[in-house]
């Protein structure tokens, strides 16, 4: 089982950015489809981004479009979410997830879809 480490939240003033990074502490994450998922207090977990298996096709939450982009490296097998212009209702805890695909020419923010998860990143905007 792939087990996933993510990092890079923290507190950011509204309009600023964060890196969420994520890597696997075991197993190889080239193989899977990767997503990042949040969830604020008393509101359910929600897709906010995903990626393919080779990087080439991307979905996004409706009110992130535009402001977050995800990527993955595979030489260094460590995913991203790049985040700008964040507002206060970014904040949440971010998780990133991973599944083997059966088609690995799509991804779905759909978080039922996923078996790995990591433990979660704050990320908090205020001022």
């Known amino acids: 089982q792939l087990q996933l480490v993510e990092s890079g939240g923290g507190l950011v003033q509204p309009g600023g950015s964060l890196r969420l990074s994520c890597a696997a502490s075991?197993?190889?994450?080239?193989?899977?489809?990767i997503g990042w998922f949040r969830q604020a207090p008393g509101q359910e977990r929600e897709g906010v981004a995903c990626?393919?298996?080779?990087?080439?096709?991307?979905n996004y939450l409706d009110s992130v479009k535009g402001r977050f982009t995800i990527s993955r490296d595979k030489v260094n097998m460590t995913a991203y979410l790049q985040m700008t212009e964040l507002k206060p209702e970014d904040t949440a805890v971010y998780y990133c997830?991973?599944?083997?695909?059966?088609?690995?020419?799509?991804?779905?923010?759909?978080?039922?879809?996923?078996?790995?998860w990591g433990q979660g990143t704050q990320v908090t905007v205020s001022s």
């Open positions: 990626i393919n298996y080779s990087g080439s096709r991307t």
């Open positions: 997830a991973a599944v083997i695909p059966v088609n690995p020419n799509v991804c779905t923010v759909d978080p039922r879809r996923y078996r790995d």
């Open positions: 075991r197993g190889i994450l080239n193989f899977y489809v």
